[in-house]
């Protein structure tokens, strides 16, 4: 069964550092996701992208946090400057055009020391 | 806006012992019910879906939800439970898009959580 894959599965990085999470969506759908999970907290949406562009963001998703489709498999989270607080595991997921279910990836934890 | 309230943070109970882990939402227009369970060091793993038909919605392990739109509830039931079924709950909703015949943008809103402990 096709599946959302992510790497890497957890990072350890300095506070400032850049950090880069990937993630290969399902091969035939054209909706990705990025959510994040901070430990004991609820699951929250951080940006939707679809056609080559970012389609919905919440206020989590400040100008630190970009995505990235640069080939035609891979999705990228990246975090230009790592704050503690960025600590969290975070999933990836994505959707058939027109289905309604979500997928998600096994996520990343990220741990800013 | 859309919110889900998960009603209980943890539920303990023996195993063979029926559960029932109770999701209120509210929104202003037609919703996309869902549940997903994450098992202990795991990623998120859809359990069951509401989207349109029938009330009573079937997932795998034996799991079952029933959408109460009056109530804006849906509660997921398992009528006998077993260790393997320790893990948390997520409720959690999305909002149709009425520009795309109500697909759902995939934005997805999500409870607490309830943690399912089942006890031999």
Do not use: A, V
């Given at each position: 069964e096709p599946e959302v894959t992510q790497t890497p599965s957890h990072q350890v990085t300095q506070m400032g550092q850049e950090v880069i999470l990937r993630c290969v969506p399902i091969?035939?759908?054209?909706y990705f996701y990025w959510y994040r999970q901070i430990l004991g907290q609820k699951v929250e949406f951080l940006v939707s992208f679809y056609n080559n562009e970012i389609s919905e963001k919440s206020?989590?998703?400040?100008?630190q946090f970009s995505v990235e489709r640069p080939d035609g498999s891979n999705f990228t989270l990246k975090i230009r400057s790592t704050k503690l607080e960025d600590s969290a595991m975070y999933f990836c997921a994505s959707k058939r055009a027109a289905g309604n279910t979500i997928y998600f990836g096994e996520g990343s934890w990220l741990t800013v020391v | 806006a859309q919110s889900v309230t998960q009603l209980d943070s943890q539920v303990p109970v023996f195993e063979e012992a029926p559960v029932e882990l109770r999701c209120n939402y509210s929104s202003s227009v037609s919703v996309y019910l869902f549940w997903y369970v994450q098992y202990p060091n795991q990623g998120l793993q859809l359990l069951l879906k509401y989207?349109?038909?029938?009330t009573l919605v079937k997932g795998i392990n034996g799991f079952e939800a029933e959408f109460n739109k009056s109530q804006t509830s849906f509660h997921l039931r398992k009528p006998s439970v077993h260790i393997s079924d320790t893990a948390e709950y997520f409720c959690a909703v999305s909002e149709g898009d009425p520009n795309a015949g109500?697909?759902?943008?995939?934005?997805l809103t999500f409870g607490q959580g309830t943690i399912l402990t089942v006890h031999p």
């Open positions: 091969s035939n759908h054209l206020e989590i998703f400040d100008d | 989207l349109s038909g029938s109500g697909t759902s943008y995939g934005k």
